[in-house]
């Protein structure tokens, strides 16, 4: 048994009060990723700071036309909500293909994005991970390492992030609103979670004493032209094995603009934007498609039992732009 503290923060600053006064201390919101990991011996924290009673749980509209998501909305009440459902729709399906119903209604949007990797060796204490013992070695890379990434990888880890709702940000280049000891700062999207590199203890951008506020979607969403297509053990319950989160705008049949992201594949939703750039100004064909799952996947390396994602990935892309062109159904 590890012992604990716990507090309720009532506002913001005391909340970030709260984690600069202890730097062992964390945040917890729904609290179905934190007390896993806390059951499993993974995270030990000293002292929890209950952020769920904190004003931040409101889907509103902003000025330039965008919407903003309260960190401590639900992802079922994001999901569900009457504006994203018709003007992100992309995020709305990502969202409702992840976890389960009742998680979905724990699960908080800062939550989503601070999820940690599904990978069995992090979760197992008794064997060597550099993510959660830095310099301990990783036991995927000659372990077993279905689920992991084949992009972006380092020789130090190959986990990917597990989340759905995150892969749809990336493709629509939300923005995340956070306030720390130092003040309020916006990371963009692409640059909120990172590559392992030579840390791969550390997931994100985000500093210690920082608390996600919210998430700030762009006016544009995509309602005509979008697929979130996730390939997974079984229909329901599952992480992705792989997941492309697929946005165009066209004019009649010509590609004006597309956002692909993909899930399951890396340490963080990953963007090719020079494949993506591929696509603008050209007719939706699946022969331009195929052009850029290739593209996607050449610089992809399989660790073995993982190898298989490189086709599945290339399929997927062709697959998801294909229903986001309205070429053919996802299913
Ligand atoms: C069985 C199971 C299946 C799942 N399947 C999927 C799936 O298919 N797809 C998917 O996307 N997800 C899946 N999930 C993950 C689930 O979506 C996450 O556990 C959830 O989104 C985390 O949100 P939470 O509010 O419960 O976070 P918590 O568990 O409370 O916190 C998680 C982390 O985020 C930090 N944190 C929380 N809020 C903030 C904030 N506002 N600012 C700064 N830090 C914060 C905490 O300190 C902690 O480190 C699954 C989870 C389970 C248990
Ligand atoms: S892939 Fe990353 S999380 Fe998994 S064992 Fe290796 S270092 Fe740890």
């Known amino acids: 048994m590890n012992s604990f503290s716990y507090t309720r923060a009532s506002d913001v600053s005391s909340a970030v009060r709260a984690v600069t006064a202890d730097r062992e201390a964390v945040f917890i919101a729904g609290g179905t990723n934190l007390i896993d990991l806390m059951k499993e011996n993974v995270a030990r924290p ?7 009673r904190l004003p931040l749980n ?9 919407l903003r998501l309260g960190a401590l909305v639900t992802n079922a009440d994001t999901a569900y909500n009457v504006e994203v459902e018709r003007r992100y729709p992309v995020l709305s399906r990502a969202i409702l293909s992840g ?3 009742q998680l979905r209604n724990m699960a908080t949007n800062g939550g989503n994005l601070l999820q940690r990797t599904r990978c069995y ?5 008794a064997t060597p991970c550099n993510k959660r013992n830095p310099g301990a070695g990783c036991s995927a890379i000659s372990g077993f390492n279905r689920i992991h990434a084949i992009l972006g990888t380092s020789d130090q880890c190959i986990a990917v992030h597990p989340s759905d709702m995150c892969v749809a940000l990336a493709a629509l280049e939300a923005v ?3 306030t720390g000891k130092d003040g309020k700062r ?6 909120f979670h990172r590559l392992p590199g030579d840390t791969p203890n550390v997931d994100t951008n985000l500093r210690p004493d920082e608390l996600v506020t919210s998430i700030d979607l762009p006016s544009k969403g995509f309602p005509d032209h979008y697929a979130y297509l996730k390939v997974r053990d079984r229909a329901s319950y599952a992480f ?27 340490h963080k939703p990953w963007r090719d934007t020079e494949a993506e750039a591929m696509l603008n100004g050209i007719r939706a064909t699946k022969d331009h498609f195929e052009a850029v799952g290739e593209a996607i996947v050449r610089g992809a390396r399989g660790f073995g039992h993982n190898t298989f994602k490189i086709e599945v990935t290339r399929r997927a892309v062709v697959r998801a732009l294909q229903h986001a062109a309205r070429m053919r159904r996802t299913s």
């Open 46 to 52: 000293p002292h929890l700071v209950d952020i769920t």
């Open 99 to 101: 976890a389960s119903a």
């Open 186 to 191: 916006t990371i963009p999207f692409a640059d």
């Open 176 to 178: 995340v609103q956070v």
């Open 240 to 266: 992705a094995l792989v997941s492309v989160a697929a946005a165009l705008e066209m004019d009649g049949e010509t590609i004006t603009e597309t956002r692909l992201a993909l899930g399951g594949v890396a």
């Open 121 to 125: 060796y992090f979760y197992d204490t």
């Open 58 to 66: 409101r889907i509103e509209e902003l000025p330039d036309g965008g």
